[in-house]
């Protein structure tokens, strides 16, 4: 049962979050955008660069969409082992070893979630600062 309710939520995440490539038909107005959404924009990486230097950072920002998008799927399959873990402790009912099963997951899927967290801004501060590089070469 847990198995079949797991793979219904992994499968679940997955289809929501490959789906925002499909619904990229979708615009949202400029000024509904928050500020601090990070993206990656192609059509930035022809304009204001080079014809040499045009493909290396539409590499660039293909890399970094396609890490970021992994990233984000494995946030969200930490938060699910989270609340996986918390419900396991929580219908422990007193059994000392479910509990500690329970607190063991809990402590292990933060510390994973802190992991992505870090290597996204690793990953997101990597990419900003090859494309300085790359714009103060021309």
């Known amino acids: 049962m847990n198995k079949k ?17 499909a619904s990229a038909v979708i615009q949202l107005n400029e000024g509904m955008r928050p500020e601090n959404l ?10 204001d660069s080079s014809p040499e230097t045009a493909g290396t950072n539409t590499l660039i920002f293909f890399i970094g969409n396609l890490v970021s998008q992994f990233l984000l799927f494995a946030g969200a399959i930490t938060i699910i082992f989270m ?11 007193g059994k000392d070893q479910l ?5 063991k997951g809990m402590v292990w899927s933060l510390v994973g979630l802190i ?12 990419i900003q600062i090859i494309l300085q590089v790359d714009e103060s070469a021309n």
């Open 83 to 93: 609340i996986v873990a918390g419900a396991n402790y929580i219908f422990a009912f």
């Open 99 to 103: 509990i500690e099963k329970g607190k």
């Open 5 to 21: 309710l797991l793979t219904t939520m992994l499968a679940t995440v997955a289809f929501f979050l490959f789906i925002d490539g």
């Open 115 to 126: 992991i992505i967290m870090l290597s996204y801004a690793i990953v997101q501060g990597a």
């Open 38 to 47: 990070p993206t990656f924009d192609v059509s930035e990486a022809t304009q």
